[in-house]
C-alpha cells in the first residue's frame, strides 16, 4: 500500500473500525472471564450466539439474501461453510471453558499463537510456500508459549489445552475464510457462523443449566457480551470494506495488551516477569508474518 493509499480518510476510517473491534472482541473475553465462574460455557455461548444470530438474519435480510430462492441456502461451499461454522462453537467453547483455569492475559497470549499455526499449515491445506523466515517465526512462538506455560508456572494445563485447541480451531477458521475469499459474501460467511455456533452450543445447553438462574445485572453483562460480539463481526466486515485485511492486521496486537489491562485492573492478576517475557516473544514472531520485510519495503520505495 503507498503512502498516499495508507493517508487516505478510508484507510483511516478502517483502521478506527477495526480498533473498536479489537476492543469489543478484548471486553467480551473479559466479560466471559467474570461470568464463567457461576454460569457454566455452553449456556454463555448459546446466549451469546443467539444474539448474533439475530444480528445475522436482520443483516441478511437487509442486503436481500433472505428474499426470493433464499439465496443464502443456495450459496457455493456450504461444506465448508458449516466446517468453519463448527470450528467458531469449538473456538467459543474451548476459550471461555479455558478462562476457569487459566488468566485472561496468558489465555489471550496463546490464543494469539494462531497466526503462526495459520502458517505451519498453511503448505498441507492451501499449499503456500513456508520460507525459513517464517518457520523460525513460528518456533519463536513456540519458545514463547512455553515460558507461558512453563512446568511449575502457575498457568493450569488442562486451561492450557483447552486454549491449544481453541487456538488450532481459530487457525483452521481462519484457513477456511482464506479458501473462501471473493468467493463467498462476508454477511453469508457470518451468516452461516451465527447459525451453526446456535445450534451447536444451544443442543448441550439444556444439559448444563447454570447453577442459580441469573440476576438482572449478569443477565445485561451476557446479553451485552452477546450484543458486543455481534456489533464485532459486523464492524469487522466494515472495516475490511475500507482497508486490507494485510494492513489492519498488526492492530489485532492491542486485543493483547487489552487482555493485559483487564487481567490486571478488574481481576487482579498481573503476568510474571517469564510470563511476560513469553507474551512479548509470541507479538513480535507474530508481527514479523505481518508486517512487511526490508527487502519488501526497499521494493515497494523502489517501485515507481
Given at each position: 500500500m503507498t503512502a498516499?493509499?495508507?493517508?487516505?480518510?478510508?484507510?483511516?476510517?478502517?483502521?478506527?473500525l477495526f480498533l473498536c473491534v479489537v476492543t469489543l472482541f478484548a471486553t467480551v473475553d473479559a466479560t466471559a472471564k467474570h461470568l464463567v465462574g457461576r454460569y457454566p460455557a455452553p449456556f454463555l455461548n448459546a446466549v451469546r450466539y443467539g444474539a448474533t444470530l439475530a444480528?445475522?438474519?436482520?443483516?441478511?435480510?437487509?442486503?436481500?439474501?433472505?428474499?426470493?430462492?433464499?439465496?443464502?441456502?443456495?450459496?457455493?461451499?456450504?461444506?465448508?461453510?458449516?466446517?468453519?461454522?463448527?470450528?467458531?462453537?469449538?473456538?467459543g467453547t474451548c476459550f471461555m471453558t479455558a478462562l476457569l483455569w487459566m488468566p485472561l492475559a496468558e489465555a489471550t497470549a496463546i490464543y494469539f499463537m494462531a497466526p503462526l499455526m495459520v502458517v505451519g499449515l498453511s503448505p498441507w491445506m492451501l499449499g503456500e510456500k513456508v520460507g525459513p523466515r517464517q518457520w523460525l517465526a513460528v518456533g519463536a512462538g513456540f519458545c514463547g508459549m512455553l515460558l507461558i506455560v512453563r512446568p511449575g508456572g502457575a498457568v493450569s494445563w488442562l486451561g492450557t489445552v483447552l486454549m491449544l485447541a481453541a487456538t488450532?480451531?481459530?487457525?483452521?477458521?481462519?484457513?477456511?475464510?482464506?479458501?473462501?475469499?471473493?468467493?463467498v459474501d462476508a454477511r453469508v460467511q457470518y451468516g452461516f457462523a451465527a447459525l451453526i455456533c446456535m445450534v451447536a452450543t444451544g443442543v448441550p445447553a439444556p444439559f448444563f443449566p447454570p447453577p442459580a438462574?441469573?440476576?438482572?445485572?449478569?443477565?445485561?453483562?451476557?446479553?451485552?457480551?452477546?450484543?458486543?460480539?455481534?456489533?464485532?463481526?459486523?464492524?469487522?466486515?466494515?472495516?475490511?470494506?475500507?482497508?486490507?485485511?494485510s494492513r489492519l492486521a498488526p492492530l489485532n496486537y492491542f486485543h493483547l495488551l487489552l487482555a493485559l489491562v483487564y487481567s490486571a485492573l478488574w481481576f487482579g492478576r498481573w503476568p510474571d516477569a517469564l510470563a511476560l517475557a513469553g507474551i512479548a516473544l509470541i507479538v513480535v514472531a507474530g508481527l514479523t508474518q505481518t508486517l512487511p520485510s526490508p527487502a519488501a519495503l526497499s521494493t515497494k520505495r523502489g517501485t515507481p
Open positions: 498516499a493509499a495508507r493517508g487516505s480518510p478510508d484507510w483511516w476510517r478502517g483502521g478506527l444480528v445475522a438474519v436482520a443483516m441478511l435480510a437487509m442486503s436481500g439474501q433472505l428474499r426470493g430462492q433464499i439465496r443464502f441456502w443456495r450459496t457455493p461451499h456450504r461444506g465448508l461453510l458449516v466446517l468453519r461454522g463448527l470450528m467458531l462453537a469449538v473456538v488450532l480451531a481459530y487457525a483452521m477458521l481462519q484457513l477456511l475464510t482464506r479458501r473462501m475469499a471473493g468467493q438462574w441469573p440476576d438482572l445485572a449478569d443477565w445485561l453483562a451476557i446479553l451485552a457480551m452477546g450484543l458486543m460480539s455481534a456489533a464485532a463481526q459486523v464492524l469487522l466486515i466494515l472495516a475490511l470494506q475500507r482497508a486490507p485485511a
